[in-house]
């Protein structure tokens, strides 16, 4: 698979991504090839695992970003709701919002380990 059929297989635009990198798509996949190394899932884990809403807060605002500038904009969506829901202090029900990161989280790394 290329990386605009990647984009394809996660239900997200290409195109918005190409442009972001002047249409370079060796750069495009080299980004998304490094999300695979990126430690910011693993801190959100780690920080639910401990319960720790602000290591939560943090992890989660940063994965908001990586997946905005990536165009994984379900990712990006479902990190955004959970920061907006630590920061009304919804904490008690961000958990479930968590779970949907997780998913959407290895749903763009199962399509990122079918790269040519």
């Known amino acids: 698979m290329d990386i605009q059929e990647f984009y394809d297989s996660i239900d997200e635009n290409y195109e918005n991504v190409s442009s972001r990198m002047m249409g370079n798509q060796k750069l495009v996949e080299k980004f998304v090839r490094k999300f695979l190394e990126d430690p910011t899932y693993k801190q959100i884990k780690e920080s639910v695992e401990k319960m720790d809403y602000d ?3 943090r992890a989660t605002h940063m994965m908001k970003g990586i ?3 990536l165009e994984f904009t379900q990712l990006q969506q479902k990190s955004a709701k959970a920061v907006d829901m630590i920061r009304a202090g919804e904490k008690e029900t961000v958990l479930p919002v968590i779970d949907e990161i997780e998913k959407e989280y290895q749903k763009v790394v199962d399509a990122i380990q079918k790269l040519d």
């Open 67 to 69: 997946a905005s500038n």
């Open 55 to 57: 290591e939560i807060l």
